[in-house]
């Protein structure tokens, strides 16, 4: 009987032991598994031309986290920047974004109240706080130079050397090209007109041959009263 005793008394100390065994593994588990104040961070950068707060929350127990921002002047709020904002975190992180003009070297207090249930779980700032960078947020220049195209050959104009006037464009170079161009009214008698003004004074007949014949007989008759002449001056003698 005695011996059952110790056996028993024995079993039952190791029972009690892997009891405390477990319930430390358990409250070390729980612990461990619990949102934290290190689980949470804090950056100010730019968005562009405008600057922003971000908070990161990597709880992967997910439990609603309440962010509040907050300028601080020589270790006091001066004030806070736009409206707190809830965040559920996960094990990769899940962000929240405050749009902030900072100004550089400024500083920020983040505050963090994550509670679920009737427990809290963080009530407390991230540390340290978010001092913002040296030179302040501008605007990405992303315009490209417009290029302008150069002339084609075609559209170059040679500009004549000074003091050449330039000849301007006839009627025909300036009108359309499909038009046809329009005979100029001429002051010159037609064909037909020149050939009637010739027959009326008949510029068209033998007038040269006539003309020829007409002084070769006024030279001939004029030897002939020469010679007549002559004649009656030597009978007279």
Sequence with gaps: MSLSRRTAARSVRMLGVTAASAALALSAAGTALA???SEFSATAACDGAKGVITVTDKDPTGVPAVITVFLENNGAD???VGTEQTVVGS?????????????PNAEYRVHVLAVKGKKTFVDADISPNVTTPSKACKADDTSTPSTTPSASPSETKTTPPAGTATPSAS???????????VPSASNAPSAAAQESNL?????NSNTG???????????????????GMRRRGSGNR
Excluded at 91 to 103: I, L, N, Q, R, S
Excluded at 171 to 181: L, N, Q
């Design 35 to 37: 949102c934290d104040i």
């Design 78 to 80: 001066l004030r806070q």
């Design 91 to 103: 094990k990769k992180g899940v962000t929240v974004t405050f749009a902030e003009d900072w100004e």
């Design 171 to 181: 009627p025909s170079e300036t009108s359309d090209d499909s038009a046809a161009p």
């Design 199 to 203: 027959a009326e004074t008949g510029a």
């Design 209 to 227: 041959l006539i003309v020829g014949v007409a002084a070769a007989l006024v030279v001939v008759g004029g030897g002939a009263v020469f010679f």
